[in-house]
């Protein structure tokens, strides 16, 4: 908890970096384009160091990093399928693991390639099967073969029939990364257009745009007062709060001005966490950001008081999925990573000490 309010991190990640795992000529781009993100937003004491950085994160080093050197409660692990890398990026394993070791503290998605067809319905009930996730993973390029190709969400040969299994799965949450295209690549598949149909065909499931904020504002905004069945996962705009703050201020205020309080009851905390420290991200959020009262006064927009902000923090996921947070949260008062911070957060990167000074 920071200041009384709870926490629940809506992305975050165990990479595996490390150039063993590269498949193709696309990985190490999107490792330094990554790094380069984080060394661009990261608060003095905040930022990793390539040794710690590139290699393979195990799933402990994650979770200590956001439950013993930050403020964070829960998380969700999601799978990637980003196959520049042989295990994607961010494993199956490690959401097994995380799941298996820390069942209160960690939520998993899965996460497959939809442009494999049939392969990506087989890997689904896989997946599913194996973890019970509350949600899937996509992106919407492919890194398979030797060319980067891209799909769209209204694709009703390509995504329809990989949302329908999902749902028939019991999956509540598609997650699609948006707004932030994954170097030199055609944007139109980083748009968010395409999500409206989709919303409109599959009324049972949630959409979530991750990085929502970060591009098509308007866009984003108006599906936010639109739809009902749409979420913005907060992944790296978050990190726009402590080291852009008036950049963040400009997000948050185009995301929630359309919608006002039904737009701030869908928008997600998330961070990106191993790449991103939460810490700094909770501190600029929580501690500092509010609309300034001018611009209230001049567009009618909500405050982002203490309540808002726990919806944001804590019970829009909850809602979203259903699940009982409260119950997750009450699991954590005395376990291994509560007993490693009686006094709060240790100091960043102290829990990964011997690969920083590798």
């Keep these: 908890m920071i200041d009384g309010l709870p926490v629940l991190d809506a992305v975050v990640h165990a990479y595996n970096m490390d150039a063993a795992n ?18 661009a937003t990261a608060r003095p004491g905040y930022a990793p160091t390539k040794a710690q950085f590139y290699r393979d994160w195990s799933i402990k080093e994650a979770a200590e990093q956001v439950f013993v050197e930050s403020d964070t409660d829960l998380a ?11 295990d994607g990026l961010c494993s199956l394993e490690k959401a097994i693991e995380a799941q298996a070791r820390w069942p209160h503290r960690f939520i998993t998605y899965c996460g497959v390639d939809p442009m494999t067809g049939q392969a990506a319905l087989d890997e689904l009930e896989r997946q ?6 509350v949600g899937l993973k996509l992106y919407p390029n492919s890194w398979v073969g030797s060319e980067i190709r891209g799909w769209k969400m209204d694709d009703p040969e390509i995504a329809f029939p990989l949302f329908e299994r999902a749902e028939k799965l ?8 948006k707004a932030l295209p994954l170097g030199p690549v055609p944007m139109e598949h980083y748009k968010v257009d395409d999500i409206d149909r989709a919303c409109m065909a599959f009324p049972g499931l949630n959409f979530e745009i991750v990085h929502g904020g970060m591009a098509f504002l308007e866009e984003t905004a108006w599906q936010l007062a639109r739809f009902d ?3 913005v996962n907060l992944e790296i705009t978050s990190a726009l709060a402590a080291n852009r703050p008036a ?31 939460p810490q700094p991200l909770l501190e600029a959020f929580v501690r500092e950001f509010a609309f300034p009262e001018a611009l209230i006064e001049g567009t009618g927009l909500p405050q982002l008081d203490l309540p808002a902000k726990r ?28 007993r490693r911070r009686p006094n709060g957060p240790v100091a960043p990167f102290s829990t990964v000490q011997e690969v920083a000074n590798a």
């Design 22 to 39: 590269y498949a193709n000529r696309f990985a190490a781009p999107l490792c330094d384009l990554v790094y380069g993100s984080v060394l």
């Design 76 to 86: 969700v692990y999601h799978v990637l399928p980003i196959f520049s890398f042989k």
């Design 128 to 133: 599913v099967e194996l973890l019970r996730p």
């Design 170 to 177: 019991g999956i509540k949450v598609i997650a699609v990364h």
């Design 229 to 231: 069945n749409v979420y």
């Design 247 to 277: 950049a963040f201020l400009h997000a948050m205020a185009a995301l929630i001005g359309p919608g006002g309080q039904h737009a701030i009851e869908r928008i997600l905390w998330g961070t990106g966490a191993m790449a991103f420290h």
């Design 311 to 338: 919806a944001i923090l804590f019970d829009n996921y909850g809602r979203m999925t259903g699940l009982d947070l409260e119950a997750r949260l009450s699991a954590t008062r005395d376990d291994e990573f509560a």
